[in-house]
């Protein structure tokens, strides 16, 4: 009787021993594969995972000669094989970074964690909203974009992302989404036509389910507990927006590289995005708290958190404005000036690929399709200082950019401030250009005006009758005492008396471009020639430059100001 009571305890003590170094493999074994890839709980006919025979739906399988389940995964090299490079092939053709390095890499690599060491030691706030995770592409890399799915989940804590929306800009091969919508969390909305990156978004936040929107591009990849910090912030008041630090991934070799902590988001009078170093006082007031939140006038436009609420309460994004650009700066303005707020978390850091160009085209060409979007901001948003945009572009002057009354309906909704409180109060490191620097007008001659005729650089510049259109007609005169249109200034051909005057590119250094407007004798004198412009010829030669003669009609012009 003792001998099978050791029997008995020495075999319960050996099947206690079994069960828990299975269940210590089994968790070791679960550590080793990429959990954000497993795949939904869909029967087999939706996505191949197995049922019960119950009827029951588990994302997993039995396999009885191992003693294990075993969960099934999204086949990430499977997927990423059909986009393959053939031999030869310019790897940064298609997306313009370079595609074989990408696809060299797994999904889950790992990534240095750049935040400020005080960042490793913060705790977030327990109680957060969930966030819907809204990605929009357009024949993106396969290993590119599932990289950032892949960051998303396996580096968020799990309660807090309710989805991922792919907004699939209308790719070539739709299956580069539709296979992506079998991985857990994980949704697709296709666009039957091109919208681009602004409509797409919208699309995708108006499908969200979650109360917080998280906008990423789809190629990036976050770092540890990039969102928790982002969510508290949302979470504190729903009018800010919160922004991580965006570190740099190579377009050449994928190589993470951390970023400053020491910049914030800016803008030159050409509505062009760039970075900004604090300034030294900032800094200095800094050093009690480097990670406090940072507040920037300017978000790069790619990655940011926001509340639903205020997102759709605040205006969404300007929907008549095209593909990208410029999307950013008025979200920007439009939230500082509609009582809301801007800010980059430190303890938040995402990657992104920064490329040189873009790899897909732009109806009607890049170029316009960004002039005619910065030049709604400017028309909605910067009041009168949208002239110094004007003076910096003089071409954006050209494209038309569509109706925006819904837009300033929207800002006398939100009686939001004026722009000059946004240069006061947000960026008053911006330097304003002294209004006297340039003037916009028309050149007159009795009934005539100054005309370019349509010609390019190199072309002559002639008379016709004033229509008051501005267009060819429309000079800026400016400070340097150069006479512009658009981006040529008026220069002169020769040093000799009878030389053509004509269209040439800008260029502050060329004393053949330096003007003088006379109001008293009414003449247009160059700086350093006796010579001024004369009308004489202008039917077989357009305008030349003659020994300046104060009797001569010819030479006589007015200067009206628009």
């Known amino acids: 009787m003792r001998r099978n009571t050791r029997f008995l305890l020495l075999f319960a003590v050996v099947w206690i021993s079994c069960v828990l170094y299975y269940f210590y493999k089994s968790d070791n074994s679960e550590d080793l594969v990429n959990k954000a890839l497993k795949l939904k709980d869909v029967d087999e006919d939706n996505g191949g995972i197995k049922s019960s025979a119950s009827g029951k739906q588990f994302p997993f399988e039995a396999d009885f000669s191992n003693d294990k389940l075993k969960w099934q995964y999204f086949d990430e090299a499977a997927y990423i094989v059909k986009t393959k490079l053939q031999s030869g092939q310019d790897a940064f053709a298609r997306n313009k970074f370079n595609q074989a390095a990408s696809d060299q890499l797994k999904s889950n690599r790992d990534i240095p964690d750049t935040r400020h060491p005080m960042c490793r030691s913060q705790t977030w706030k327990q109680e957060l909203p969930q966030t819907s995770v809204i990605i929009t592409y357009h024949n993106e890399a396969r290993s590119a974009l599932l990289r950032t799915i892949v960051s998303v989940l396996n580096r968020s804590p799990e309660n807090l992302i309710k ?249 006398e909704r939100l009686q939001c401030k004026p722009f000059k409180w946004y240069l006061e109060n947000v960026y008053p490191e911006l330097k304003v250009p002294n209004k006297h620097d340039f003037k916009f007008g028309i050149i007159r001659q009795n009934n005539f005006c100054m005309d370019t005729l349509g010609h390019s650089s190199g072309g002559t510049i002639g008379l016709y009758s004033c229509h008051g259109s501005g267009g060819n007609q429309e000079w800026i005169v400016s400070r340097d005492n150069s006479i512009k249109h658009l981006d040529l200034c008026m220069t002169l051909a020769d040093e000799v008396d009878g030389s053509s005057v004509k269209l040439t590119a800008c260029n502050t250094a060329s004393m053949r471009q330096k003007w003088l407007l006379q109001q008293e004798s009414k003449m247009l004198k160059h700086q350093y020639y006796d010579l001024c412009i004369d009308s004489r010829s202008h039917h077989s030669k357009g305008l030349t430059a003659n020994t300046c003669d104060p009797s001569s009609n010819s030479q006589l012009w007015d200067f009206v100001t628009s």
């Open 163 to 411: 989805e991922i929306i792919l907004v699939d800009d209308f790719s070539d091969d739709p299956d580069d989404g539709t296979e992506l919508a079998k991985i857990q969390k994980v949704k697709v909305l296709r666009n039957d036509r091109r919208q681009g990156l602004i409509r797409s978004r919208v699309r995708g936040a108006d499908a969200a389910l979650a109360p917080v929107l998280t906008f990423l591009d789809s190629h990036c990849e976050c770092n540890v507990h990039w969102l928790e910090p982002l969510l508290e912030r949302v979470a504190e008041d729903r009018t800010r927006i919160a922004s991580p630090i965006i570190d740099v991934i190579s377009m050449d070799n994928f190589a993470y590289v951390g970023a400053s902590s020491s910049l914030k988001g800016g803008f030159d009078w050409n509505l062009v995005f760039k970075w900004d170093f604090m300034m030294v006082q900032e800094i200095s007031k800094r050093k009690q708290n480097m990670i406090a939140p940072i507040r920037t006038p300017m978000i790069a436009g790619g990655l940011f958190v926001i509340s639903k609420s205020w997102f759709e309460e605040v205006g969404k994004y300007d929907m008549m404005m095209d593909v990208w650009g410029g999307e950013n700066l008025e979200i920007s303005f439009r939230v500082w000036q509609c009582n809301g707020s801007l800010e980059i978390i430190p303890c938040s850091r995402v990657g992104h690929v920064f490329r040189k160009q873009h790899p897909y085209t732009f109806p009607g060409g890049s170029g316009n399709v960004f002039a005619r979007n910065t030049r709604r901001v400017a028309e909605v948003w910067m009041d009168e200082y949208k002239n110094y945009y004007y003076a910096a572009v003089p071409s954006a002057k050209n494209i038309p950019f569509g109706s925006i009354r819904n837009r300033l309906e929207l800002r």
